[in-house]
């Protein structure tokens, strides 16, 4: 499986911004997905994850209420919509397949990444 992720960007404080994480070589129907996120200096930490019908999300308490994790499996995609983004938020944006299972917090339960989409919230 390979994933791309895009939409990333310059943004100021409160704005929006929408994720994509497309897949190829192996649909998606069947995994879970996550999106993380790592800034400068810090450990790569989770932020959302979608069950495979996308019936089930899961959310980090930081991003609650503002970021909504949602997929498209006609079209082998996942999205992280952001919205009332802050300078914390700013940060390189990955997203992940977890082939078994779903809901995992933890790097080591996801089996493919994508190389990241930069996104950078202004004050």
């Known amino acids: 499986v390979q994933l791309q992720a895009s939409g990333g960007g310059l943004v100021q404080a409160g704005g929006s911004l929408r994720l994509s994480c497309a897949a190829s070589?192996?649909?998606?129907?069947?995994?879970?997905m996550g999106w993380f996120r790592q800034a400068p200096g810090k450990e790569r930490e989770f932020v959302a994850a979608i069950s495979w019908s996308g019936g089930g999300r899961l959310y980090v308490d930081s991003v609650k209420g503002r970021f909504t994790i949602s997929r498209d499996n006609a079209k082998n995609t996942v999205y992280l919509q952001m919205n009332s983004l802050k300078p914390e938020d700013t940060a390189v944006y990955y997203c992940a397949v977890q082939r078994t299972g779903w809901g995992s917090r933890a790097i080591a339960d996801y089996d493919y990444w994508g190389q990241g989409t930069q996104v950078t919230v202004s004050s």
């Open positions: 070589g192996r649909t998606l129907t069947s995994y879970g």
